[in-house]
């Protein structure tokens, strides 16, 4: 079997990088359990500019998926300690909107749907033809940063890739990464209150106290306003409303 994957994913000479100098290197989680698959994958769409992180197992996924930002996820569904769709279920459920493609060797219709109805974006059976690989993961890229470019604030407007606030009142702040981060998680999903266990978990992941989530809410409000976040006494944080 790994021979005849090596013969599908050799990488062609002279391919041309998936994005432009001057672009973000998207970050991608690859999360499956056949060591060889992983390993050439890693290689190969490192090899596109993407910053790859692989897990080999679901729980290993899980805790990666919910404290590092990642751009899209491979995602195969037979995996140790918890199954793909579990695992895809499970992200959704938490609020993890990153796009996933699942890539897996169960590839009957039914299969197809069930991983749709999952969450996924995408669904690609193994063998897989690489080109068509790499192509369905540059069309989500694309929609993804689309449909993430900016987020609507009650101050303003959040551009994300900038991590720049344009405010209704005319000013612009720039946040730095982990003041983006921590408004990122309250913008996406505004009616959510998010403990600070939850902060912690996503935005703070190597942080040892939960004071720190105060701090960096003592910063986004010194910036953005002190209604820019609510407090929710005895439960956490919620994006401000206006």
Same mark, same amino acid.
């Given at each position: ?6 013969? #599908? %994913? ?5 391919? !041309? $990088?998936?994005? &432009? ?5 998207? /970050? *991608? ?41 990642? #751009? %899209? ?5 037979? !995996? $140790?300690?918890? &199954? ?5 279920? /499970? *992200? ?53 940063? &689309? ?61 040892? &106290? ?33």
């Amino acid at each position: 079997m790994a021979h005849a994957l090596q013969r #599908e %994913l050799a990488t062609p000479i002279g391919r !041309l $990088p998936l994005t &432009e100098p001057t672009e973000p290197a998207p /970050r *991608l989680l690859l999360v499956e359990d056949d060591r060889d698959l992983a390993e050439m994958l890693t290689e190969i769409l490192r090899s596109e500019g993407y910053l790859v992180e692989a897990a080999s197992d679901g729980q290993q996924g899980l805790h990666l998926a919910l404290s590092r930002p990642y #751009e %899209l996820m491979v995602l195969d569904r037979g !995996l $140790p300690a918890i &199954e793909g769709l579990d695992l895809l279920t /499970r *992200l959704r459920s938490r609020g993890v909107v990153t796009p996933v493609l699942v890539l897996s060797a169960l590839g009957l219709p039914r299969d197809r749907v069930d991983g749709l109805n999952a969450g996924a974006e995408d669904y690609l059976s193994k063998p897989f033809d690489l080109d068509e690989l790499l192509a369905r993961l540059r069309a989500l890229l694309r929609r993804h940063r &689309e449909e993430a470019e900016s987020l609507t604030l009650p101050c303003g407007r959040f551009v994300i890739d900038s991590r720049t606030v344009l405010l209704t009142d005319g000013r612009t702040q720039v946040l730095s990464d982990r003041e983006s981060s921590l408004l990122e998680v309250f913008a996406r999903r505004p009616q959510q209150v998010f403990s600070r266990q939850e902060l912690m978990s996503r935005v703070f992941p190597d942080a040892e &106290e939960e004071g720190v989530v105060d701090t960096y809410v003592h910063y986004l409000r010194r910036k953005l306003g002190k209604a820019s976040v609510r407090t929710i006494r005895g439960l956490g944080y919620q994006l401000g409303r206006s």
